[in-house]
């Protein structure tokens, strides 16, 4: 069950906040960088189905050490809440990896250094450099938890591998995830496992494709 388990960790990584740059038009006020960010949590309540834990070997240097750059149509900074909003055709990048939705708000501490939480809202959808793809209605990153969590008909899929479920909780310092079913639908996963020969064939693959790695405007959606 290791590939759910890489299904839904490998998210993180696109939703986890660095130095964003952001592009707007012009008339937009400038925010300040969103510093990087990094991992502690914990939590597990009645009626929660738990799915196998995420692998943090997902979160490697090279994705964290990396910039974020976020375009949209308009860009509004409140100093005194710390607040930095995002609207309009949102897309965050990270290393080939994106983020789009309508709506994406920055809290910032009171120095305005450092990210506490970020709220994602509207056709959130998540593409990995790796072609792993996740939607729901709202996505939010809790750095105090240390926990991203995909609310609103969350999926997960690769391929023909997917989990599904009303909220897909991430805990960034547990190595565990949890998805958990609505009143009206109970979580689904789904998982092919491959046998040698096709596991063979993918790793001679490989030799050959390892340093080529997709962006997500190659991925199927």
């Given at each position: 069950?290791r590939?759910?388990a890489t299904?839904v960790?490998?998210?993180?990584i696109?939703t986890?906040?660095?130095a964003?740059t952001a592009?707007t038009p012009?008339?937009?006020a400038p925010?300040?960088?969103?510093?990087r960010?990094?991992?502690?949590a914990?939590?597990?309540a009645?009626?929660e189905t738990?799915?196998p834990?995420?692998?943090r070997?997902?979160?490697?240097?090279?994705?964290r050490?990396?910039?974020?750059?976020?375009?949209a149509?308009k860009m509004e900074r409140f100093?005194k809440e710390?607040l930095?909003?995002?609207?309009?055709?949102v897309?965050a990048?990270?290393?080939?990896?994106?983020?789009y939705?309508?709506?994406?708000e920055v809290?910032?501490?009171?120095?305005?250094?450092?990210?506490?939480?970020?709220v994602?809202?509207?056709?959130?959808?998540?593409?990995?450099?790796?072609c792993?793809?996740g939607t729901?209605?709202?996505?939010e990153?809790h750095?105090?938890?240390?926990?991203?969590v995909?609310?609103?008909?969350?999926?997960?899929w690769?391929?023909?591998?997917?989990?599904?479920?009303?909220?897909?909780?991430i805990?960034?310092?547990?190595?565990r995830s949890?998805?958990q079913?609505?009143?009206?639908e109970r979580?689904k996963a789904v998982?092919?496992q491959?046998d040698?020969?096709?596991k063979?064939d993918?790793a001679?693959?490989?030799e050959?494709?390892?340093?080529v790695r997709?962006a997500p405007a190659?991925?199927?959606?």
């Amino acid at each position: 069950m290791r590939g759910l388990a890489t299904l839904v960790g490998t998210l993180v990584i696109a939703t986890l906040p660095a130095a964003a740059t952001a592009q707007t038009p012009a008339k937009a006020a400038p925010a300040k960088p969103a510093p990087r960010v990094e991992a502690p949590a914990k939590s597990t309540a009645p009626g929660e189905t738990p799915a196998p834990a995420m692998s943090r070997k997902a979160q490697t240097k090279e994705d964290r050490g990396q910039p974020v750059t976020v375009d949209a149509d308009k860009m509004e900074r409140f100093g005194k809440e710390g607040l930095v909003v995002f609207t309009g055709n949102v897309v965050a990048r990270q290393n080939n990896s994106v983020q789009y939705a309508d709506r994406m708000e920055v809290y910032l501490d009171e120095r305005g250094d450092r990210i506490l939480r970020t709220v994602s809202t509207g056709a959130v959808r998540i593409i990995t450099r790796d072609c792993r793809t996740g939607t729901a209605r709202r996505a939010e990153y809790h750095d105090l938890e240390q926990r991203v969590v995909l609310l609103g008909n969350a999926r997960v899929w690769q391929e023909d591998n997917v989990v599904s479920g009303e909220t897909i909780t991430i805990f960034l310092s547990q190595d565990r995830s949890v998805v958990q079913g609505g009143r009206q639908e109970r979580v689904k996963a789904v998982f092919y496992q491959k046998d040698d020969k096709q596991k063979d064939d993918k790793a001679k693959d490989g030799e050959t494709t390892a340093a080529v790695r997709p962006a997500p405007a190659t991925c199927e959606n």
